[in-house]
T-cell receptor, first 112, second 114 residues
């Protein structure tokens, strides 16, 4: 079936550095969402994209508008509170019943 | 901000027992979902609903039933709980067709089946 592949599976950053997470899709996707899961287990919505890019503070996400087969999440000037597990989820649309397919997550640790 | 409330926050159940997880949203969203998360994994869709009194099967519906008695409420029912259903369960809601179809999650229910 349709797959969402996230990379890297784990990432360690020092405060103040920049990095990027990526999701690849095995088929064309209609939209993508990014979430952060904190240490208490809560899932927080970061972005919803049907195309293009969105930015919110130090976070910026992009969705490949041509083939619609990958998305990225850029973290600028990483802070301790950015630590958590980041999930992307994509919607195939068409006959998929509008269901989201989740990646397996990137565990991000930001250190002083 | 959107609000999705789940109850209970955690539950211990015995194998073969019946478990009901409840979800309430005040977002006026049409779509509601039940996902399960297993340790170290992403979320998998169990059931979803896009209108009251109707539910749809997700990717892993076996062993689960769902009920949507109203737009605000969506329940997940385990008629005969099994060990393999130990997981964290998340309810979510979203609005479709608006161009901003973000998924809003509840805090999750940690279910342990013994």
């Amino acid at each position: 079936g349709d797959q969402v592949e996230q990379s890297p599976s784990a990432l360690s950053l020092h405060e103040g550095t920049d990095s990027a997470l990526r999701c690849n899709f095995t088929t064309t996707m209609r939209s993508v969402q990014w979430f952060r899961q904190n240490s208490r287990g809560s899932l927080i919505s970061l972005f919803y994209l049907a195309s293009g890019t969105k930015e919110n503070g130090r976070l910026k996400s992009a969705f490949d508008s041509k083939e619609r087969r990958y998305s990225t999440l850029h973290i600028r000037d990483a802070q301790l509170e950015d630590s958590g597990t980041y999930f992307c989820a994509a919607e195939a649309g068409g006959g998929s019943g509008n269901k989201l397919i989740f990646g397996t997550g990137t565990l991000l640790s930001v250190k002083p | 901000e959107a609000a999705v409330t789940q109850s209970p926050r955690s539950k211990v159940a015995v194998t073969g027992g019946k478990v009901t997880l409840s979800c309430h949203q005040t977002n006026n969203h049409d779509y509601m979902y039940w996902y399960r998360q297993d340790t170290g994994h992403g979320l998998r869709l169990i059931h979803y609903s896009y209108v009251a009194d109707s539910t749809e099967k997700g990717d892993i519906p076996d062993g689960y039933k769902a009920s949507r008695p109203s737009q605000e409420n969506f329940s997940l029912i385990l008629e005969l709980a099994s060990l393999s259903q130990t997981a964290v369960y998340f309810c979510a809601s979203s609005e479709k067709g608006t161009g901003n179809e973000r998924l809003f999650f509840g805090h999750g229910t940690k279910l342990s089946v013994l």
